[in-house]
């Protein structure tokens, strides 16, 4: 209770003497709109995007504003300050125009028209120094700089991921791409098990301060494998700086709750050899919530009704670090030599009482389960990449190898206490465990080359050597009081795949036009191994081609349209194929399904971008459609649920997304990034079950905020959105409405950043519902957990940089796994989790 009221006046002190500097102007302060427009002295055109530049007069000028122009060549900052100053206006191709200014008491300084004349002897190369667009569009991908973000400094990379455009982070910190939960995230152009195994934890501990850049990648080509439906979130770290020596950057956080992180990041340069990395920590704790489940039997009167109702906590933590060392042999050969560590850990209590009613309301039976659990999960990759340069620019050879190992263990102790009647057979004290894990070896080379001015062609061959594996074991305590091992046959399980693919690819950019086209071929040989019973074995082989392609006009120079089409492919992982059956439910079961085939989805889209330095504007329309999509189904047997996987699912998606981001002045930003999208599903004729399943309906997301920057490095920011239902083949997810609080201040240029938070401060707690439903079942469970947080966090940089890092420009995508599977992350993981 302490720390809360600490927190919340820090929040009122913080505001008060914001509001108070803000009010406090001297004699010498003054707030002058100064604007005009640029014009050819020769045409009589504007001149759109030229850098516009205010500066004091003397000796060594200091920069005080820099501002482009829009796209009618017209300007207009804010000056507070009397006193003299230097106008400068630069463009390439022109003469650059000085012209001294003044401001006094007017308002408003009008410069008019200002000419600018051709320079006839303009420099081959010119750098511009300007204020940089937030977000640009390429052929395939949207880009958000997170480097220009004055919110980066104080934010973690979760927090940031919410203003990229078309993606969303819902109450319960799930991403969503496009309003779809079928995506990949990258790190550095490369799938990195310390995000795949949990995208949460790991995100919200990564200092946004590291990162440069985050892409969208929408309609991905055929150099990446043929995974990630919705497309590829990839986070590219800072690699290289303009200042000099070395740079660390050290931070922490703590909250409420009791959650906890610290990390450190490092980059320096000596010589030949570049090394950049980091390490972080975290511990969360989600305090004890309710949860209930109610289901009712529509074919059965003897196991008509079933409720469970209890409590549920968990806490964990997690740790992870990455590096990548950069040898550079000469100005054409470069080595890069990268690994990334992620390990956590995860415990969860579960108290319940069971009830089971027949149709008239007599109890059938009655037990108390108390189940302890834990969970190991992680991820190392190690990568080698070979760069070669050419002379002939933009010429480029890479070779590349990566080995990942991904375990995922979990167990369980279940001690089950029997009230009255007789129990399901399922309903037993045990003990039961799975360590399953993936190994995985890639071999890749590319080359891409330029040819003509206009054109580019690219082509690659990978090879990639995949072994999944899991041991199980299950112990009950028998009537005697002993305990006795129960062998299954799915307590040894071995899945490999072995997958060759080579693509093709072309582009060319000639006037307002561009295109980027391309043919993957993939080829996969798998077989599934059951040691215990050899019976089980199976074997399959398949191949598929995979096409691409993408059409680009520029309407206007901020303006382009983009039409799209890319057919994906999504083979199952090992949470999805490993038969290990989860019991610690009694009458809620789970198992996997060895027997999963690949799944094919077919994307069409379109997107219009409109970009300038005040308003940034992307709208995407898209449809994409399969017909063996791998389904979560659920079938009840008397009593007892299963829960497994199965390729059923004829999906039809139809989506609109939007982003908007306005800066009205550099101390107003009002942002959002929304979603909606109808979805049809329904079982094809493969199901186990004889009934057919459907559901449809509207699903889609909103999220919204704004960030104001006071004087002396004060900055406050809000946001809040809004989730909807989420729709499955057999039922449907939880909505969510979450807000949040927080304001930042910097000291030391910058160098040191505080920030206090309040999520969810006026909802403590909240409430999520599933449904789940069929001609034999409808059942509703529902969670309560703690939405109410408060925080604070510290960041300190310190050293320079004068070298840059060179990085291999391309290497291995291994984005054809759905990975664990697990949750809506679309092959993201889903484990650990908490606040934090």
């Known amino acids: 209770m302490k720390i809360r009221i600490l927190l919340i006046t820090l929040f009122i002190a913080g505001f008060s003497s914001m509001s108070a500097q803000t009010n406090a102007p001297t004699a010498n302060t003054v707030n002058v709109l100064v604007k005009g427009q640029l014009v050819d002295s020769l045409t009589n055109e504007t001149v759109p995007y030229a850098t516009i ?75 511009i120094s300007a204020q940089k667009p937030l977000v640009k569009v390429d052929l395939d991908k949207i880009t958000y700089s997170m480097e220009d973000d004055p919110e980066a400094k104080t934010n973690n ?143 059965n009167d003897d196991f008509k009704y079933l409720s469970q109702t209890g409590f549920s906590k968990n806490n964990g933590n997690g740790q992870y670090g990455n590096g990548e060392l950069s040898f550079e042999l000469d100005t054409l050969n470069l080595i890069n030599v990268g690994f990334n560590r992620y390990f956590g850990e995860g415990k969860s209590t579960n108290e319940q009482i069971a009830e089971m009613l027949k149709k008239d309301n007599a109890p059938q039976y009655t037990y108390e389960l108390d189940s302890r659990s834990a969970q190991n999960y992680g991820g190392t990759d190690i990568n080698v990449d070979y760069q070669r340069t050419f002379k002939k620019k933009d010429q480029l050879f890479t070779a590349s190898y990566r080995f990942s190992l991904s375990p995922n263990d979990s167990k369980s102790d279940n001690l089950v206490t029997h009230i009255n009647g007789t129990l399901p057979a399922t309903a037993e004290t045990n003990n039961q465990f799975t360590d399953a894990d993936m190994k995985e070896h890639t071999f ?40 006795i091992n129960k062998p299954q046959m799915y307590d040894k399980f071995k899945h490999e795949q072995d997958i060759l693919a080579a693509y093709g690819g072309y582009s060319a950019k000639f006037q307002k036009w561009g295109m980027k086209t391309g043919l993957r071929y993939e080829a996969t040989w798998l077989e599934a191994k059951f040691p215990k019973d050899e019976s089980k074995n199976f074997k399959n082989d398949y191949s598929n ?97 299963t ?21 009205p002045n550099d101390k107003i930003r009002i942002y959002s990034n929304m979603s909606g999208r109808y979805v049809d599903i329904k079982s094809n004729s493969n199901s186990l079950s004889n009934a057919k ?77 599933n449904i789940t439903r069929n001609d034999d079942f409808y059942s509703e469970s529902f969670n309560t957990n703690r939405m109410r947080q408060f925080g604070v966090s510290v960041s300190f940089r310190f050293g320079e940089m004068k070298a840059q890092i060179k990085k291999a420009q391309r290497s291995i995508n291994n984005d054809d796994n759905m990975s664990s599977g697990q949750g809506n992350q679309g092959g993201q993981g889903g484990q650990g989790g908490g606040q934090n």
């Open 53 to 127: 530049k205010i500066t004091g007069k003397g000796a060594n000028p200091q920069l005080l504003k820099a501002v482009a122009t829009d796209d009618n060549g017209k300007f207009q900052l804010t000056m507070n300050k009397k006193g003299e100053y230097l106008f400068t206006a630069e463009f390439i191709g022109k003469k650059t125009v000085t012209k001294a200014i003044e401001i006094g008491n007017a308002k408003t300084l009008d410069l008019g028209t200002i000419l600018m004349p051709d320079d006839a002897q303009a420099l081959s190369e010119v750098v």
């Open 157 to 299: 990379v979760l927090d940031m991921l919410k203003k990229v455009p078309m993606v969303t982070v819902d109450g319960e910190e799930n991403i969503q791409l496009k309003g779809s939960s079928n995506y990949k995230i990258y790190l550095n152009g490369k799938p990195s098990n310390m995000i795949t195994s949990n995208p949460k934890d790991v995100l919200r501990s990564m200092p946004a301060s590291t990162i440069k850049d985050i892409e969208v990648i929408t309609d991905p080509g055929a150099k990446y494998d043929a995974e990630g439906v919705a497309g590829i979130i990839n986070i590219i770290t800072q690699k290289n700086s303009s200042m000099g020596g070395y740079t660390a950057t050290l931070n922490g956080r703590v909250d409420d709750l009791g959650g906890f992180g610290a990390g450190a990041y490092l980059q320096i340069k000596q010589g030949i050899v570049g090394f950049t990395g980091g390490y972080n920590y975290y511990e969360y704790k989600r305090p004890k919530g309710e949860s209930s489940f109610y289901r009712e039997n529509l074919k």
């Open 444 to 483: 890749q080379t590319d080359f891409v080359t330029p040819f003509g001015k206009i054109h580019n062609l690219e082509a690659g061959v990978k090879y990639i050597i995949r072994l999944n594996q899991s041991n199980s074991g299950y112990d009950f305590l028998n009537a005697d009081g002993t305990w």
């Open 545 to 641: 081609l995979v096409p691409s392609a993408t059409i680009t006009y520029q309407l206007k120079p901020t303006q382009n349209i983009r039409f799209g089409y890319n057919m994906r492919i999504q083979r199952p992982g090992i949470y999805q194929l490993n038969p290990y059956e989860d019991t610690s439910n009694p009458n809620n079961t789970r198992i996997g399904n060895s027997s999963l085939d690949a799944v094919k989805n077919h994307n069409f889209s379109i997107n219009f971008g409109s970009f300038s330095r005040t308003l940034n504007l992307n709208l995407n329309m898209s449809y994409d459609f399969e017909n063996n999509g791998i389904e979560s189904i659920t079938t009840l047997n008397n009593d007892v649920a």
């Open 643 to 663: 829960t497994t996987y199965q390729n059923i699912g004829e999906r039809k998606n139809l989506g609109l997304s939007g982003y908007v981001n306005w800066s």
């Open 693 to 769: 399943m459907s559901n449809s309906g509207l699903t889609g997301n909103i999220f919204a905020g704004g960030q104001y920057s006071f004087p002396h490095n004060f900055k406050a920011y809000i946001n809040t959105g809004y989730f909807s239902r989420q729709i499955s083949l057999q039922g449907e997810g939880p909505s969510f409405f979450f807000h949040s609080l927080s304001f930042s201040k910097g000291f030391m240029k910058d160098r040191l950043q505080f920030r206090a938070y309040a999520q969810n401060p006026l909802k403590k707690d909240s409430e999520f519902k």
